[in-house]
C-alpha cells in the first residue's frame, strides 16, 4: 500500500509540474506553444484554460490526499 501511494505522488508531482508550465501567466507561457495563447486571445478564458484548471486541481486534490495517506500509513 505503501508503495502503491509512493508511485500516486510521484506520478502527480511530474503532473503537477507539467500542468503548471502550461498555464498562462502573464508572458504567455509554455500554453502558447500548444495553441493556448492563441485561442485566449479571442475568447478571455478559453475553453482550454478551463480544462486546464479543473486537470490542475483535480491532481492537486489526488496528490495532498496521498500525502496525508502517507503521513497516517507510515506513522
Known amino acids: 500500500m ?3 501511494l509512493e508511485v500516486i ?3 502527480t508531482s511530474v503532473l503537477l509540474v507539467v ?3 502550461l498555464h ?3 508572458g504567455g507561457g509554455l500554453s502558447d506553444m500548444f495553441g493556448g495563447g492563441f485561442t485566449s486571445n ?3 478564458s478559453s475553453v482550454v484554460e478551463r480544462n ?3 486537470f490542475t486541481l483535480i491532481s492537486g486534490i489526488i496528490w495532498f490526499a496521498a500525502i496525508i495517506a502517507l503521513l497516517f500509513l507510515i506513522k
Open 2 to 4: 505503501i508503495a502503491a
Open 9 to 11: 505522488v510521484a506520478l
Open 19 to 21: 500542468l503548471i508550465l
Open 24 to 26: 498562462r501567466g502573464k
Open 42 to 44: 479571442f475568447a478571455g
Open 52 to 54: 486546464l484548471d479543473r
